[in-house]
């Protein structure tokens, strides 16, 4: 029995239906999961973002000895590597504050399905910020870029969003930084690497963390400097 899990699930309130659903997988499967069978990499990072856990908490005997800080909780080799469920779980896992500072591709990857749960988030009384590059200085900064469709997309996203405060920026060089409560994803910008393809950093953990704490201040410097949008 996987006992670590069992109790995460019931501090999480979920039943196995519930994880099952969540997860597009048998019922059946979770409840091997609970019988100790251990489930392939990207289900573990799943019930990991579902029960606000690190893996190797979960199952510590895959546990490696980690050079790294110990806020760091993955390291994906580029963004499209991460599983597709894991921004909807993301955010949906949230229970005070979620903030959003990426290329507006970013919410588009899964057919809007971040974007619509960003709206019910904020909704429900979760505070939602949505920081995004201005559709002008994205047209300068790309000469293929067009800056009337890159606008409507924006307007578009902003109508998504709902109840959710959006701004748009004007920096350059940053690191875009995705966060809910005490999760924190980082996107690395690579020169040549379209942002798909650049490594990700996944932290975990309190606000005062030397790591998380500079990336959440980067959130705040750029989002206190960009343009609100009504």
């Not at 579902?50 to 760091?72: K, N």
């Amino acid at each position: 029995m996987n006992e670590i899990l069992s109790r995460a699930l019931l501090r999480a309130r979920l039943t196995d239906e519930d994880v099952a659903a969540r997860l597009q997988v048998d019922p059946k499967t979770v409840r091997r999961w609970l019988e100790g069978r251990v489930p392939y990499l990207r289900y573990r990072w799943a019930l990991a973002l579902l029960v606000g856990m690190d893996e190797s908490d979960l199952w510590p005997q895959l546990r490696p000895a980690r050079p790294w800080p110990g806020e760091v909780v993955t390291v994906y080799a580029h963004r499209d590597s991460a599983p597709p469920e894991t921004w909807v779980l993301l955010f949906s896992a949230a229970r005070r504050e979620i903030g959003v500072m990426a290329d507006s591709d970013f919410l588009l990857d899964e057919d809007s399905a971040a974007l619509r749960v960003l709206a019910m988030q904020a909704a429900a009384g979760v505070r939602v910020r949505v920081c995004l590059p201005d559709p002008a200085e994205a047209a300068a900064m790309d000469r293929r870029a067009e800056k009337g469709s890159i606008s409507r997309l924006v307007a578009s996203m902003r109508v998504a969003l709902g109840q959710a405060e959006f701004r748009l920026h004007r920096v350059s060089g940053y690191n875009p930084v995705c966060y809910a409560d005490s999760q924190v994803f980082v996107f690395q910008q690579v020169f040549g690497v379209r942002a798909g393809r650049a490594p990700v950093l996944n932290l975990r953990g309190d606000s005062d963390q030397e790591m998380i704490a500079a990336y959440l201040d980067s959130f705040e410097q750029v989002w206190a400097n960009a343009q609100p949008v009504e």
